[in-house]
């Protein structure tokens, strides 16, 4: 799998994430995907899919199993949060069933082609589907592959998370931002709400920046209002099982580790402060939660040090707790890096600041 990475590793450099759009100053996207490119990435994808098909799961598929789940629910009962109506008895003493269905409608229907699946199969789709975006989105932008060897991103993909998905939105939505693409735009916001605890202020971010409300407004109708159309009383279903997850998984907020968003949006970056913001919402489960950080500073060349950095948080967790793991490793080096690599920007920021006082306190004086 890492020769595959290496193998579609060089792309053009892009401009930082929180800024306007501008023209491209590389080559254009069609020009990016060169046939090593896909020779490299369909090297990855497989890899990616022959270790997940070698994988056993005794509930079939990992943490994508309340979507999938979900999904036959829904197709089977029109319930998608009674999963009791297609998990035998036998299988019901695992955590995730304890758990149940916690995502939104729309984000079943974003999955429901893979619950035509058995589960193994879909679990291997559902990851190649995952590597694949996350390769061609990555290309898009211009950014290296290394993002793939990031603990937290290879941990979601482990585990099969929907995070990884919510991730590929946003790498592309960051992508139609930058090209001037407002639909394109409001279709990946609207994804990106399926998961709202992740993606909420993100997408707001990306709103204020872009202001296509209109486009926004039609995405998002048409997903979640089709939603309700198809499944009337999916909210009344849902909001339980929230209720039920909290009880169950006790995952605490680490919302001090949003301040850390404070440099940033100092800086104008707004995307990146609002991916360090998410952790005024989001309830920590684990380390794939920070696996957006590292596009506030992936720009840099040193953000290559992210990588080997975030394979500490295991120690560090253990002998610090996980919130002082994921602040001390994988959010102050992203936040450090991209407030350094600015610093100019900053220094400047703090002088104009200084001189408007100075005047200030001359008018005074007079």
Known sequence: ???????????????????????????????????????????????????????????????????????????????????????????????????????????????????????????????GLLTAGLLVTLRLNGWPAWYLLYLPLLEGLRIEQYTVFVLVCQLLAVWAYRQRRPWLLAVCCALILTKPNQGFIFVLALALLARNWRQLLVACGALWG?????????????????????????????WQIALLALPLLALGDVIGGALVLQFLLLPFPGSYAASALPMIAIEDRRSLWLMPLSFCWPLAALTTGQAWATALTLVLPVVALAVWRRRGEFAGWRVGRFARWKVKGSECRR
């Open 226 to 254: 089709g939603a309700l159309l198809l499944y009337p009383r999916w909210v009344a279903d849902w909001v339980p099982m929230l209720a039920n997850s909290h009880n169950t998984m006790h995952q605490p907020f680490y």
């Open 1 to 127: 799998m890492r020769g595959g990475v290496q193998a579609i590793e060089a792309a053009p450099r892009a401009r930082p994430v929180g800024r306007a759009p501008a023209a491209e100053s590389g080559p254009p996207a069609r020009a990016r995907f060169t046939w090593r490119f896909w020779v490299g990435a369909c090297a990855v994808v497989l890899a990616a899919m022959a270790w997940r098909a070698w994988q056993r799961y005794p509930t079939g598929v990992f943490d994508f199993y309340p979507l999938y789940y979900g999904g036959v629910a829904w197709l089977h009962t029109g319930n998608a949060y009674d999963l009791s109506a297609v998990i035998p008895p036998g299988a019901r003493d695992f955590q995730l069933y304890q758990i149940g269905n916690v995502y939104p409608f729309p984000a079943v229907l974003a999955t429901l082609p893979l619950s035509l699946f058995p589960a193994q199969l879909a679990g291997t789709l559902w990851v």
